[in-house]
């Protein structure tokens, strides 16, 4: 399964024992769990909820055409669409994974804090309201 994380930028330890949760569900279904989309940013939550090894590098793309590269390229088929363009709607599961995934959820350890401080999101109100 490929989970696009394009609009994730960070993880609190509620999403992260949820993506546990789920690795848990698809590794009982034979299911391997892949990542596209994934910026830096959230590299460094992935590392210190453990989801980075266990998911692990080669199934962690930065765009969804190099995760269906990837996708291909284990199951040993073209790496473009025979239509020329490259679609995601194919990719299901990206095959070839190791070793299982034991890591338990309870040792993910602390998430770390944002890299970066973030902005208030409040707005002033307009002058004529002040």
């Known amino acids: 399964m490929l989970l696009n994380t394009e609009a994730i930028v960070e993880l609190d330890i509620t999403a992260a ?11 009982r279904r034979g299911v391997v769990a892949a990542l596209a989309r994934v ?14 090894a266990r998911i692990g590098d ?3 793309f930065p765009t969804l055409p190099t ?4 996708f291909r ?6 790496t473009s669409d025979p239509r020329g363009s490259t679609t995601t709607s194919t990719v ?7 070793a299982s995934a034991s ?6 350890g602390p998430i770390p804090p944002a890299a970066t401080p973030r902005r208030s999101r409040r707005r002033e109100p307009p002058a004529a309201l002040r």
């Open 17 to 27: 024992d949820a993506l546990h949760t789920l690795c848990d569900e698809l590794d």
């Open 39 to 52: 910026k830096q940013d959230l590299l460094v939550y992935l590392d210190g909820s453990g989801l980075r």
């Open 58 to 60: 080669d199934r962690i």
């Open 67 to 70: 995760a269906v590269a990837g």
């Open 73 to 78: 390229a284990s199951r040993g088929t073209p």
């Open 92 to 98: 299901r599961a990206v095959s070839g994974r190791g």
């Open 103 to 108: 890591a338990e959820p309870a040792g993910c």
